[in-house]
């Protein structure tokens, strides 16, 4: 069987990721003296990078003293007290500098953090629980405002790894339901879509520590090429819902990269490495396609939004406006 996949993209896609978790990484984090002890601590542990890629600067926020920021700093993490230290005159320094800078707090919202911090609140996080604040809240920061490194923030720490890889999943459902309900010629989208899948699963493995060499790679490719049966369900859906076979498509991209996804991050979680992942994905494929030719309720239900969605659209181009 040809399989839908460009290994040797595939290949460099896996070369491109390792050198994407090697990447260095600078990162100041700055304490206030006051800081809850449980929080102090946890950052303390959180923040033991597994790799020599990593600088990390460690500094005690001190009234009049001024912390030197590197330009090569990627990141600034201020672990909040009651401010009067001057931890606000760091962080100012940070936004001067377009350096990312974020505050990190135990309280029960971010404005209890931003205020003693100065600091925007779209960049503060907090939460009663430390362990929540960093491995929830600031991982998703992080994900979001580091876009560039994710991959070495998941390599070095631990704690990076779930948000990194669930990020990864959702981007790439988005991208192949655009694929499904974009892309006219029939089959054409299934390549396409398949590929993204397994970049996908290499960059999930990335991010957790797994080593992706050639024959790795070879057997992922054989593994979710099998996903074009995606393709087969497609068809029998169209019947369900005549008109819609653009929505039909997108939904089955959208879901079954999702169901894919999210089943690889589950099974990382629970210790489980590359070669057993490949072998599973048959079962999370299967799975997610009875799941798509049993519910059409819901696959109707879908197309219809995605259709009253779009109709504007076609109404402003059909208008010529």
């Known amino acids: 069987m040809v399989l839908p996949i460009n290994v040797r993209d595939l290949m460099k896609s896996s070369a491109r990721i390792t050198e994407e978790r090697e990447k260095p990484l600078r990162i100041v984090i700055v304490v206030d003296p006051d800081a809850p002890d449980e929080l102090i601590e946890t950052v303390r542990d959180?923040?033991?990078?597994?790799?020599?890629?990593?600088?990390?600067?460690?500094?005690?926020?001190?009234?009049?003293?001024?912390?030197?920021?590197?330009?090569?700093?990627?990141?600034?993490?201020?672990?909040?007290?009651?401010?009067?230290?001057?931890?606000?005159?760091?962080?100012?320094?940070?936004?001067?500098?377009?350096?990312?800078?974020?505050?990190?707090?135990?309280?029960?919202?971010?404005?209890?953090?931003?205020?003693?911090?100065?600091?925007?609140?779209?960049?503060?996080?907090?939460?009663?629980?430390?362990?929540?604040?960093?491995?929830?809240?600031?991982?998703?920061?992080?994900?979001?405002?580091?876009?560039?490194?994710?991959?070495?923030?998941?390599?070095?720490?631990?704690?990076?790894?779930?948000?990194?890889?669930?990020?990864?999943?959702?981007?790439?459902?988005?991208?192949?339901?655009?694929?499904?309900?974009?892309?006219?010629?029939?089959?054409?989208?299934?390549?396409?879509?398949?590929?993204?899948?397994?970049?996908?699963?290499?960059?999930?493995?990335?991010?957790?520590?797994?080593?992706?060499?050639?024959?790795?790679?070879?057997?992922?490719?054989?593994?979710?090429?099998?996903?074009?049966?995606?393709?087969a369900v497609a068809r029998q859906l169209l019947v369900f819902v005549p008109g819609f076979g653009w929505a039909v498509k997108g939904a089955i991209g959208y879901g079954g990269t999702i169901a894919m996804g999210k089943a690889a991050v589950a099974y990382f979680e629970d210790g489980f490495d590359l070669s057993e992942i490949t072998g599973r994905v048959v079962l999370v494929r299967d799975a997610a396609i009875e799941r798509i030719r049993t519910d059409r309720q819901v696959l109707k239900s879908t197309a219809a939004e995605l259709a009253e969605a779009r109709s504007p659209v076609e109404t402003d181009e059909s208008s010529g406006l």
């Open 46 to 231: 959180r923040f033991r990078p597994n790799t020599s890629q990593v600088r990390l600067q460690i500094e005690v926020s001190e009234p009049d003293a001024r912390i030197v920021l590197r330009d090569t700093t990627d990141v600034v993490i201020a672990v909040v007290g009651s401010g009067r230290s001057g931890i606000a005159t760091t962080l100012a320094e940070a936004r001067e500098r377009a350096i990312p800078a974020v505050a990190v707090g135990l309280a029960p919202g971010a404005w209890a953090v931003a205020e003693p911090a100065a600091h925007p609140f779209a960049d503060t996080v907090a939460d009663l629980d430390a362990a929540r604040v960093i491995e929830e809240e600031l991982a998703a920061w992080l994900v979001e405002r580091i876009s560039g490194k994710r991959l070495a923030l998941a390599h070095n720490f631990s704690f990076m790894r779930k948000a990194v890889a669930d990020e990864a999943v959702k981007a790439t459902a988005m991208q192949n339901a655009i694929i499904g309900a974009v892309v006219i010629i029939p089959g054409a989208d299934m390549p396409i879509m398949t590929l993204n899948q397994a970049k996908m699963l290499l960059q999930i493995a990335a991010a957790y520590g797994q080593k992706l060499g050639a024959d790795r790679v070879k057997e992922l490719a054989a593994v979710v090429g099998g996903a074009f049966a995606f393709r």
